[in-house]
């Protein structure tokens, strides 16, 4: 059965109804994370260890952690608005040696109206300092911060088709 790790963005959760979309697709773990913990990367890193995921989903402060994960693992990822910049807090990810690049795949949705996590500055570092990584970056022009559930329905459902 395929694995999916969920991290959620900061101060959010994993609605029952994205955790039945994921549902259809495999296991999920999709747990309640205190991104203000000390070494929040680590003990993430360690439970991802335990439960072994094919496949990482990250939104914001989850995108930007999926997305360290995806590289310490190399298990292919989707994340949702990443918060690669513009964080109102930086979790602490000491402890954890994360490699330069990865091969696994990346998929990354940005919304071209999110203000939260400014679209022009993300995907500028996306493009300028994740060249090497194997990514494929799709814009949705109405889009903002929050991910509406008839995106992220269809956005993993297009995913996990390939």
């Known amino acids: ?3 999916i790790l969920y991290l959620h963005g900061l101060e959010g959760n994993l609605s029952e109804e994205k955790r039945n979309v994921l ?6 773990w999709g747990n309640d994370i205190d991104y203000h913990k000390p070494k929040i990367l680590q003990e ?6 335990e439960f072994k995921p094919d496949f990482i989903i990250g939104s ?7 997305f360290m994960i995806s590289k310490i693992l190399n298990v292919p990822c989707l994340l949702f ?5 513009h964080r ?5 990810i000491s402890g954890v040696e994360i490699p330069e690049t990865k091969t696994a795949k990346t998929r990354i949705i940005l919304g071209k109206k999110d203000k939260t ?3 022009e500055d993300n995907l500028k570092y996306i493009k ?12 949705i022009e109405e889009l903002e911060h929050r991910i509406p559930f008839d995106v992220f329905e269809n956005e993993v459902n297009k995913y996990f088709e390939k």
Do not use: H, R
């Not at 993430?44 to 260890?49: E, M, P, S, T």
């Not at 608005?81 to 910049?85: S, V």
């Open 88 to 92: 109102t807090i930086e979790p602490d």
């Open 44 to 49: 993430l890193v360690n439970q991802a260890n």
């Open 128 to 139: 300028e300092n994740l060249i090497s990584e194997n990514i494929e970056i799709v814009e």
């Open 60 to 66: 914001s402060m989850g995108g930007y952690i999926g």
């Open 1 to 3: 059965m395929t694995k």
């Open 81 to 85: 608005n990443p918060a690669f910049l």
């Open 23 to 28: 549902q259809k697709v495999g296991e999920v």
């Open 117 to 119: 996590i400014k679209y």
